[in-house]
């Protein structure tokens, strides 16, 4: 007897629905050619400034929030900075730059609670850059000093920092081995890199929220919002870091030694740590 239940969609007919269904919507040919070059990453978060304020945080964390429990709370927002926090607690280092600033929300925490270390900031965004300056001004923290440029060509001389971090960029990377050379130039021998990052999860369950998340939410709720085009460009570029297998053989190559790997969320999020060295650390 025939069923009255049409059978499921294979994964690629599914796609192809809702491919279809979205290319109803806006144009999805233009998107698919859209580059990622510097500009793209600008004119992105220029455009995206006050809806990642009034719907992701309003404080400015541009990154996900660490919720061990699964429950969404924006306190989640302060988990990598309370990790880094941790770590430094007991020998706070004594010159730092963090990569990718974005809005200013890492380093307003962390600088005041480190008043004798030097932080350095450098982020691409010149919206982010004159926000994050406002931010530390308004509550007069003297102890950061922030410059708008890019991370694959650090303005800083060889051997200016003893730790640098970087919280949800480095994916924006068009060439990750030249940043990760410069980083290594810019470290002391022994001085320490940590990225944080999302990670591709290891559960196929959480793998697929994940990818559900990126690929479709998260341009949809912003076509809802905002404009189409500039939110469209977020999945594609959180293409994630390299695999890690790749990631530590950039790390060796740029003069990094112990590279180690911590995952959160289920595999969804990442810190990458590695030392400096000149002498095998
Ligand atoms: C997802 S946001 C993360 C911001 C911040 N790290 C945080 O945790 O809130 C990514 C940031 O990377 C910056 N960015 C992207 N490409 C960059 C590059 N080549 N050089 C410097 N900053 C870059 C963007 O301007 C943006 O502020």
């Known amino acids: 007897m025939p069923s009255i239940f049409s ?5 690629r007919q599914d796609l192809s629905r809702r491919l279809r269904r979205l290319a109803r919507v806006f144009p999805l040919e233009p998107l698919a050619q ?52 941790q770590v430094w607690r007991d020998a706070p280092p004594q010159d730092v730059l963090e990569l990718a600033f974005g809005q200013g929300f890492n380093l307003a925490y962390l ?21 994050a300056r406002d931010l530390l001004a308004g509550r007069g923290i003297a102890n950061a000093e922030l410059r708008q440029g890019d991370f694959h060509d650090l303005p800083y001389a060889d051997a200016s920092f003893d730790h640098l971090y970087c919280i949800e960029a480095l994916c924006h990377a068009t060439d ?22 999302v990670d591709r999860p290891a559960s196929a369950l959480v793998r697929f929220g994940h990818g559900v998340y990126f690929r479709r939410v998260v341009p949809l709720l912003g076509a809802l919002l905002s404009d189409r085009a500039a939110y469209a460009y977020l999945p594609e570029s959180t293409a994630y870091l390299p695999d890690q297998a790749s990631l530590f053989a950039m790390l060796a190559a740029a003069g990094f030694g112990r ?10 999020a990442q810190l990458v740590t590695a030392d400096r060295g000149d002498r095998d650390v």
């Open 111 to 131: 600088a005041p609670r480190f008043p004798g270390t030097r932080f350095c900031g450098l982020d691409l965004t010149p919206r982010h850059v004159e926000h």
């Open 259 to 268: 590279s180690r790997k911590r995952t959160f969320l289920g595999g969804a």
């Open 7 to 11: 059978a499921a969609p294979t994964p």
């Open 176 to 197: 990750t081995r030249r940043a990760l050379a410069e980083c290594a130039r810019v470290l002391r021998p022994g001085g320490r890199i940590a990225l944080l990052e």
């Open 34 to 85: 859209q580059g990622t070059a510097p500009s793209d990453v600008v004119e992105y978060y220029e455009h995206c400034f006050d809806a990642y304020r009034r719907h992701h945080s309003s404080e400015g964390a541009v990154h996900m929030a660490l919720n061990d429990g699964g429950r969404f709370d924006p306190d989640g927002f302060y988990g990598q900075l309370r990790r880094i926090e």
